[in-house]
């Protein structure tokens, strides 16, 4: 899997509603940044050992991608609370090209994790699975570009500077 420059955590490699035991067992009997209740009731289906192909959900009991996986997400109900935080992290500090193509590479990896494999790739199944993903995107590709236009008149303007004090 292509990864983001910089620090970065292993992914759990799960995919959105179900995943094998194998995939979450360390994490619900070791990772203490996990909802205890949620990771009690994975326990229960997982042993420590063994069961490896159990499936099991990993999300809140839902069928569909909305705003309440996300809002669970940021309430510690998934196992995978810590790969959300990369993700936000990352998208949250593009600032350069280099940087946002590095994303939309790490996005293109992760979207092969978490979209099923028997789902249908449409012309509508962003808008259907997540309605507000594209105007998310846009928006925060927009402020990279102006973070990173910033970024590059202020080091112009610091060079200038110096260059007028230097003669």
């Not at 509603?17 to 996990?34: Q, S």
């Not at 949250?92 to 090209?97: G, V």
């Not at 280099?98 to 199944?125: E, G, H, K, M």
């Not at 910033?150 to 080091?155: E, F, I, M, T």
């Amino acid at each position: 899997m292509v990864r983001p420059p910089g620090p970065s955590c292993p992914l759990s490699g799960h995919s959105i509603l179900l995943a094998r035991c194998i995939t979450f067992r360390d994490r619900i009997y070791n990772d203490i940044d996990i909802d205890s209740n949620f990771a009690a009731s994975l326990r229960s289906s997982c042993p420590q050992s063994g069961g490896d192909d159990v499936t099991k959900p990993l999300d809140s009991p839902i069928r569909s991608l909305t705003t309440k996986y996300f809002v669970d997400f940021m309430n510690k109900i998934h196992a995978s609370w810590l790969e959300l935080h990369i993700l936000c992290y990352k998208l949250l500090s593009l600032i350069s090209m280099a940087t946002l193509q590095s994303f939309f590479l790490y996005f293109a990896a992760l979207t092969a994790i978490l979209i099923p494999v028997r789902a249908q790739l449409t012309p509508d199944f962003y808008d259907n699975v997540c309605p507000q993903a594209l105007p998310t995107i846009r928006n925060i590709i927009k402020q990279a570009i102006q973070i990173g236009w910033s970024l590059v008149q202020g080091v112009a303007r610091e060079k200038r500077f110096k260059n007028c004090e230097q003669q």
